[in-house]
């Protein structure tokens, strides 16, 4: 027989117990996995919407966190397309709508100019692509066509305007899929926002020393100014940071952590209950165990493996749930894009890794206890 | 027979904490190595006291086990010491019920340097040492008492130790098993040399022993020789 051996048998032996316990840390690792990995998914999703399009400086206004409420006057994009090392601007506003009879409440709705560089990673499924004078028209991403059950052609009531769906696209991006796009210039009439944009995706010309050409024009950008002469407010801000800062992101961030702390707790308490009970029913076997010669050490290699068992089936088998359940998620109309279907590996590892902290902090104690009970004393116990 | 001590107690003192009982006070006591020595007394008198004592399983309030001359309480792994030189018999076996007899023989090699194949052939040597190896595969709540404290026996042996100590092996035992068991001590005694220090209420039992030593309130009140008895009953029933 081999030490492990004699870990499985009594992992066995309590099978109801065991398997609570599994289930226990199964379901902790799950939410953390499952929220970890959708906070993950949408900042990627997010990030992914600007780096495949080599954007790389976003411009909004100045202090506002808050990216959505951003108010940049259009012209100021003018202005920065014709700064040394840009190759390209394109403005953007962005709103959310509601579609109610479809109970999707927060749909975003981007407006582009007809010439703008982001419609060339779309795929027209279905119609055309919008043309200069589509002011009444619209193109919906593929997840949100299904979700309305809309097709090309069809009429759209938006925010009280009325639309027709020129087209059908498909992005790479599942957040842009479950999104819809019109001209900026109908999006401006839409919200009552003339002339005003959210602000502009910037990409600079190649540059052997990148980093420098972003940080010069980032420099230029910021120091731009209006025909009266007076700052424009604006800031520019790498993708990357960019993506970091926004609010959204960083809340569904604290709140995914938040959740999976509370769940790690009660993870850890469940293993902790098990094993201080195991060790208290098995009082007598650790004396047995002591007196006929093992080493204190061994008493906590018993105990410790077995909540590192415990914790290292509950955790794959909570992973592969995470996994399944944040895909089967992406399918609910709700959602509408927001959520990935692919868990990060880096997430999964983490939840890994978080099941052995479990395992440790749990077993720890009882452990302690285990291997400094009096093997006479523990002897005598009934 | 050789004759200098494996053991040797000195002013062993024991108080338990709770209760304030002397359950030991002055005990000293030398054993040869090679010995038999039976420890008789009534209940409550520190026979089980000085048996964990002379085995390193509880410490001395005060006094001294010296072990081949070394004190016990110089012993930097005392864990580790019982385990190679120690052989403990309970009265209630204190087998492992999910284990088969094999398996629980084994539990005391994993602190040996011992593969897990050899673990098991050595195993199932020492069943058939004590007469049990048609039952290697059967858990101890299959067995008959006197076939579990054979066991018992077979484990205590696992990491050949130099020291038997058993705490009334045949308290729970009818006759018969008694018997086997008692036998089987003669025959480690005996034919392999082991020193064994039991823990008997029953003079039969105490007989097979070449020395008596009595206790009496946590004190030895006496100590008799029996060498020419056991060895008149040695060849009696060799
Ligand atoms: N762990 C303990 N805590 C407190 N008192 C104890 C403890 N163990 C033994 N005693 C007391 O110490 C004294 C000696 O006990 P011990 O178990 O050594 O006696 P014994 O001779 O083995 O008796 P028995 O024949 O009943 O097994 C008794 O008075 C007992 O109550
Ligand atoms: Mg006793």
């Not at chain 1, 599994?22 to 949408?42: E, P, T, Y």
């Not at chain 1, 007076?230 to 952590?257: L, N």
């Amino acid at each position: 027989m081999r030490f492990h051996q004699f870990i499985l048998k009594n992992v066995f032996q309590r099978k109801a117990r065991s398997a609570l316990t599994m289930l226990g840390v199964g379901i902790a690792v799950m939410a953390v996995v499952a929220l970890v990995g959708i906070a993950d998914g949408f900042e990627r999703s997010f990030r992914e919407l600007y780096e495949r399009r080599g954007v790389d400086l976003l411009v909004v206004r100045a202090g506002s966190s808050e990216h959505l409420s951003s108010s940049v006057p259009q012209q100021v994009g003018k202005q920065i397309g014709k700064l040394p090392g840009v190759r390209a601007v394109s403005p953007g506003l962005m709103d959310v709508v509601s579609f109610e009879q479809a109970n999707l409440t927060s749909v975003l709705l981007q407006g582009w100019t007809a010439d703008s560089f982001l419609f060339d990673n779309l795929t027209i499924l279905d119609g055309r692509r919008l043309r200069a004078d589509d002011d009444a028209g619209v193109m919906l991403g593929t997840i949100l066509a299904r979700n309305l059950g809309k097709h090309a052609g069809e009429k759209l009531e938006i925010a009280n305007g009325s639309f027709e769906i020129v087209g059908i696209y498909e992005s790479f991006n599942p957040l842009e899929n479950g999104s819809a796009v019109m001209l900026i210039s109908s999006l401006q009439i839409l919200m009552d926002r003339p002339n005003q944009v959210t602000g502009f995706q910037v990409v600079l010309d190649d540059a052997p020393d990148k980093r420098a050409s972003i940080e010069r024009v980032r420099h230029d950008i910021n120091a731009l100014r209006s025909p009266q002469g007076r700052p424009w407010g604006i800031a520019a801000t790498p993708t990357r940071d960019y993506v970091r800062g926004t609010s959204q992101i960083r809340m569904a961030e604290a709140m995914a952590w938040m959740t999976s702390i509370i769940a790690l707790i009660i993870g850890i308490v469940g293993v902790l209950n098990t094993m201080i009970m195991s060790v208290f029913e098995r009082t007598r076997e650790i004396g047995i165990l002591r007196a006929i010669g093992w080493r204190k050490s061994r008493v906590v290699r018993l105990i410790l493996y077995e909540s590192l068992l415990l914790s290292v089936v509950g955790a794959v088998a909570g992973i592969g749930s995470a996994v399944l359940l944040t895909y089967a998620l992406t399918w609910w109309p709700m959602v509408n894009g927001l959520i990935r279907g692919d868990v990060a590996p880096a997430v999964m590892i983490q939840g890994f890794f978080i099941a052995l902290a479990v395992g440790l902090l749990g077993g720890a104690y009882p452990a302690y206890r285990g291997a400094h009970l009096l093997p006479t004393e523990a002897l005598r116990h009934e | 027979m050789n004759e200098t001590p494996l053991l040797r107690a000195e002013r062993l003192g024991k108080v338990y904490p709770d209760g304030q009982v002397n359950a030991l006070v002055e005990v000293t006591l030398s054993i040869r190595c090679g010995e038999y020595v039976a420890l008789m007394g009534a209940s409550g008198s520190g026979k089980s006291t000085l048996l964990n004592l002379l085995g390193a399983l509880d410490r001395p309030t005060s006094g001294e086990v010296y072990f081949d001359n070394r004190p016990l309480s110089q012993i930097d792994d005392p864990d580790g010491f019982r385990s190679k030189k120690i052989g403990f018999v309970f009265q209630s076996f204190f087998l492992l019920p999910t284990l088969t007899a094999l398996e629980n023989v084994q539990i005391p090699m994993f602190e040996g340097s011992l593969g897990a194949r050899q673990r098991a052939a050595k195993a199932a040597d020492l069943l058939d040492l004590v007469g049990m190896k048609d039952r290697a595969g059967h858990r101890p709540g299959h067995l008959s008492v006197g076939q579990r404290q054979r066991v018992a026996v077979a484990r205590a042996l696992a990491n050949d130790p130099v020291l038997l100590l058993a705490d009334e092996p045949t308290g729970n035992l009818d006759s018969h098993s008694a018997a086997a068991v008692l036998d089987l001590f003669d025959h480690l005694h005996r034919d392999k040399g082991m020193t064994i220090v039991l823990v008997t209420h029953g003079q039969e039992v105490a007989e097979r022993a070449e020395r008596i030593v009595r206790l009496r309130d946590g004190r030895i009140c006496a100590d008799e020789r029996r060498l020419a008895q056991a060895a008149r009953q040695a060849a009696a029933t060799s």
